[in-house]
């Protein structure tokens, strides 16, 4: 990278200005000359010589000793001489020679030019002396005329500045090493530019202002293609994120605050290069696409050692930017959403911990649910459900400006505020309006699970699970879409995770138990068939928790698909024992969860069972629930044909609880109808029964098998054999009851029919 700068003039390096009072072009600090002789007419010659005398631009100031001690107390205090005019015979015949070694060994000040003057050519230093003492120029006073003297002083100044500008690029030179290498340290933008600003004073020594600018966005253009300083200020937006001295007051503000600058910052940025006139000075800082600028101001015009350290701090700057940049680019998608640019979940629960060590107690936390996305999804496409994410993104961040705003799940977002800010009327009321996607003006409701932060402990994870809790109870509800969460969500919450452990546990120590209740023929008595249930046994005689308690669990878990498998394949094994026992009921019927049936290997598992224990299929009944049988009709269709193959009889169970299609009931391939419980309770008293007649009169229409459930009473079994039900299971012939009681039963009733 190049840096322009227009370099100061150098043609007229001595002159003698004709009028000693004119104004000198800059305010440079002049020369300093230590005159050192104890002759005080030498001093008067010398300053006529020199008073109106300019070299390289600058005046000259001397200051006069008459005598060796008196030059040792001036340097004692003040060394910036630049040349030091020193006469050898003052106290002693070698009182400047002695002088030049004090100077040299006992003050180390190496960069001073040393001229030797003397009245007395005896008394010239040896050529060894000369060497030794670093004397840089020697001269009788005599020979020193009007213009010997001034090209004597010019060429001991042109040293004394090569010499100086060589160990000012030195130290610069070390300077920049150690500032690049902190630099480089630094991973924020922000304190990269707050340091690349300090950096600066440290480097040149001298006060500093600035500033550090960087791009936002690229709306149109890339930086390359602009052509002129107008595209570019019409394309780029630049921020100055750090300013130090006069800019203070700009920092955190846009460009267009300091105009005064705009025409060199932008010339940078067209000419992609460094720039540097007078006493300003602007970096190109590129990397990753992005550019910066650092506008640099000094007290003085800008030397060519400075020059020269702009250019190479500017390229360890680029660097150092570069990394900083990529750096804050690879955190800030950790932290996002890319499709959406808000917040993502970990991020959201950070954020959430800060709001609550804040103590920000009069805030609430809503978790925001799209109703029905997966069919908006699968209808549309992702194209269009991408879209539709990233408007309802733009539509929180128009609603809630000042608000946390994350998405926390495929299809939910997560709102953090004020109470009056955020509730559900509120959050309800942006949803009225339409989104329009593509084409498509797609109407939204929501659910929304909402946490007040002074009802949860243990920061943002926490209210996270809460806010969730409620959103759960929320999609429970057949008429509120909403919740708030309270401690009773929570108690609940925790006793229904501790069953779940428990009863995962329980399972893989093979701690739950197959009870199996018969099923009777209401006209003979024989039994047809048994009932496969699951029991959680305590091992004391009672049991954890009833079917109805931990079943819902393990559906709500996903561990029914296991337990499931188990039941199946349990029940197959202890009707192989009935069988070999000659107490065969028939056949056994298990109930199949809903999450069982979605299984894609559900199937195939009830044909691995049949086969491996070589039982007759039509011994194996499956109970279907009306809810199963009536969702995606297509795939259950087709499951129940399979199942059919495979020669498996299957039940509709806790029919009359749903709500059938009879043109779907009657498309599927099924063998009977259980009729609920509830139902069969009715019959009492010589009244109720009608559904319980109308079930039996659809399965006589439908040509299937009817089993009632629940069969408690004689009036009940007499009702039903008179409307011609098949079977019947239930506490009038027996309860549910593990495999050794189930045989002595089984038994009784064989030997009870054959009598």
């Not at 003085?300 to 350290?309: E, F, L, S």
């Not at 044909?607 to 009306?626: C, K």
């Not at 029919?655 to 299609?661: A, H």
Request: glycine share 6%.
């Amino acid at each position: 990278m190049t840096m322009t700068m227009t370099p100061e003039s150098e043609d007229d390096v001595l002159f003698i200005s004709d009028n000693p009072d004119s104004p000198t072009e800059t305010q440079r600090e002049p020369w300093r000359i230590l005159v050192v002789d104890d002759d005080p007419e030498v001093h008067q010659v010398t300053r006529l010589v020199l008073k109106r005398a300019m070299v390289m631009g600058r005046s000259l100031e001397l200051v006069d000793a008459y005598s060796m001690e008196e030059c040792k107390k001036i340097l004692s205090r003040d060394q910036n001489f630049a040349v030091i005019l020193l006469d050898v015979v003052m106290e002693t015949p070698d009182a400047g020679l002695q002088l030049i070694g004090h100077i040299r060994d006992r003050l180390n000040l190496q960069m001073v030019r040393i001229i030797l003057r003397t009245g007395q050519p005896g008394y010239a230093p040896e050529l060894d002396v000369f060497s030794r003492y670093d004397i840089n120029d020697y001269h009788a006073k005599t020979e020193l005329t009007h213009a010997r003297l001034i090209t004597a002083i010019t060429a001991a100044l042109r040293a004394y500045q090569q010499i100086s500008d060589n160990a000012e690029s030195r130290d610069l030179m070390a300077r920049i090493a150690r500032l690049s290498a902190q630099l480089s340290e630094h991973h924020s933008l922000s304190d990269l530019a707050t340091r690349v600003l300090l950096s600066l004073v440290d480097l040149f020594q001298v006060p500093v202002s600035g500033f550090f600018v960087t791009q936002s966005t690229i709306h149109d253009a890339d930086a390359s293609e602009v052509e002129s300083e107008l595209d570019m200020q019409e394309n780029m937006d630049l921020r100055i994120i750090a300013a130090t001295g006069r800019y203070r007051e700009f920092e955190n503000q846009g460009l267009a605050q300091v105009p005064e600058h705009s025409g060199l910052l932008y010339r940078s940025l067209c000419e992609a290069q460094n720039i540097c006139e007078d006493r300003f000075a602007v970096l190109h800082l590129y990397g990753d696409f992005v550019v910066a600028l650092v506008l640099i101001a000094f007290d003085d015009p800008i030397t060519p050692v400075q020059y020269q350290a702009l250019e190479l701090f500017s390229a360890n700057l680029s660097s150092a930017y570069a990394s900083a940049h990529l750096f804050e680019k690879l955190s800030f998608t950790a932290d996002r959403d890319l499709l959406t640019r808000l917040s993502n979940r970990q991020h959201f629960i950070r954020v959430l911990d800060e709001m609550v060590v804040g103590g920000e107690e009069n805030h609430t936390l809503a978790i925001i649910d799209i109703n029905h996305f997966a069919d908006l999804n699968d209808g549309l496409g992702q194209d269009a459900g991408d879209s539709l994410l990233r408007s309802i993104a733009h539509r929180l961040i128009d609603g809630w400006p000042n608000c946390s705003l994350a998405r926390v799940g495929g299809d939910i977002f997560g709102l953090a505020g004020p109470d009056d800010l955020v509730n559900y009327p509120a959050i309800a009321e942006m949803f009225k309006t339409t989104f329009q996607v593509e084409d498509n003006f797609i109407p939204i409701t929501v659910t929304v699970g909402l946490c007040r932060f002074v009802d949860a402990e243990n920061g943002g994870l926490q209210l996270l699970k809460s806010a969730n809790i409620a959103l759960n109870r929320a999609k429970k509800s057949m008429v509120a879409h909403f919740e708030y969460f309270n401690s009773e969500m929570a108690d609940n919450t925790r006793w229904r995770l501790q069953v779940i452990r428990e009863l995962r546990r329980d399972f893989d120590l093979r701690k739950l138990d197959v009870w199996f209740q018969p099923q009777v023929d209401l006209l003979t008595g024989h039994v047809h068939g048994m009932e496969a249930l699951i029991r959680w046994p305590n091992g004391t005689g009672g049991f954890v928790h009833p079917p109805g308690v931990f079943i819902p669990l393990a559906e709500y878990s996903g561990l029914i698909v296991d337990i499931g498998r188990w039941v199946l394949e349990k029940s197959a094994e202890t009707l192989l024992i009935l069988n070999a026992e000659d107490l065969s009921p028939g056949r056994v019927a298990v109930n199949v969860s809903m999450p069982q049936f979605r299984t894609a290997t559900f199937v195939d598992e009830v044909e691995y069972v049949i086969r491996s224990t070589g039982l007759n299929p039509a011994s194996i009944e499956l109970e279907i629930t009306e809810s199963i049988a009536m969702d995606e009709p297509k795939v259950v269709q087709n499951s129940f044909r399979r199942l059919k193959d495979l020669g498996t009889r299957i039940a509709i169970d806790d029919f009359g609880t749903g709500y059938s299609s009879m043109g779907h009931l009657r498309a599927l391939p099924i063998d009977a109808i259980k009729i609920d419980q509830m139902f069969v309770k009715e019959i009492a008293n010589g009244k109720g029964g009608m559904f319980v007649e109308t079930i039996i009169a659809l399965s006589k229409r439908l040509g299937v098998e009817t089993i009632a459930e629940g069969v408690e009473t004689l009036e009940q079994v007499e009702f039903l054999r008179n409307l011609g039900c098949i079977d019947a299971q239930g506490w009038y012939y027996a309860k549910a009851m593990p495999l050794n009681e189930l045989r002595a039963w089984l038994l009784a009733n064989k030997q009870a029919r054959t009598q």
